[in-house]
């Protein structure tokens, strides 16, 4: 079956990094994704990672894939104030719909 | 391109009323997904349309819900007879086709507040 957990809550300091772990049961995703909600907007996409990749950069972001231990993480590097928000990974298996499953998301709160 | 379209973005409703909420998806897209989020929860899906079918409902509640994508206009969410725990943000998310990730572009949702 589906199941995509994620830790509730992380707190950094500004400039630090930010580590944001997932795990999915589906040994079939072909895509993992990390969206971004800021408080009462939709979710914006960060960034996704084929199935057959163990690591994505794009700028400030770094997803890393260990499909051997379904795990999934996302560093924010040099976390800004405007970081904070909600982050939620979500996995894509290759079926008809090809649906997202979301994770419960975690808040991200960065101090000053 | 405006993007993905949701409204209303706030509706209140008493128990026992319809509620219907509107998705114009980004133009060129002909995919549509329905999610709803519980206050402090993720996002579960409901339904997969595409234009005047639907694809998938196997997130759907069996009774009240219902989804439909006409050839012209929105595609439409319908609860009728509301509950209190039909309270929740309902994101429309889009996107081209079936081809490659599956990236969907999401609406900035309606919340639903049952009263």
């Known amino acids: 079956g589906e199941d995509v957990e994620q830790s509730l809550f992380l707190s950094v300091r500004e400039g630090d990094s930010s580590v944001i772990n997932c795990t999915y049961t589906?040994?079939?995703?072909?895509?993992l994704y990390w969206y971004k909600q800021e408080p009462g907007a939709g979710l914006q996409l960060l960034t996704y990672?084929?199935?057959?990749?163990d690591m994505k950069q794009d700028q400030r972001l770094t997803v890393l894939l260990n499909k051997k231990d379904k795990h999934l993480s996302l560093r924010i590097a040099d976390t800004q104030t405007g970081d904070s928000a909600i982050y939620f990974c979500?996995?894509?298996?290759?079926?008809?719909?090809?649906?997202?499953?979301f994770g419960g998301g975690t808040r991200l709160m960065v101090k000053p | 391109n405006a993007g993905v379209m949701q409204n209303p973005r706030h509706l209140v409703r008493r128990r026992g009323q319809e509620a219907r909420l509107r998705c114009s998806p980004m133009?060129?897209?002909?995919?549509v997904y329905w999610y709803r989020q519980l206050p402090e929860e993720g996002l579960k899906f409901m339904v997969y349309?595409?234009?005047?079918?639907?694809?998938?409902e196997s997130g759907m509640p069996k009774e009240r819900f219902s989804a439909e994508f006409p050839k012209e206009g929105p595609s439409i969410l319908r609860i009728q007879q509301v509950v209190r725990g039909d309270s929740a943000a309902y994101f429309c998310?889009?996107?081209?086709?079936?081809?490659?990730?599956?990236?969907?572009?999401f609406g900035a949702g309606s919340r639903l507040t049952v009263l």
């Open positions: 979500a996995e894509s298996i290759n079926n008809a719909g090809n649906m997202l499953t």
């Open positions: 589906d040994s079939s995703s072909t895509y």
């Open positions: 990672i084929f199935s057959n990749m």
């Open positions: 133009k060129g897209h002909s995919h």
């Open positions: 349309l595409q234009k005047e079918n639907i694809i998938d």
């Open positions: 998310a889009t996107k081209e086709g079936q081809v490659g990730a599956n990236v969907l572009t």
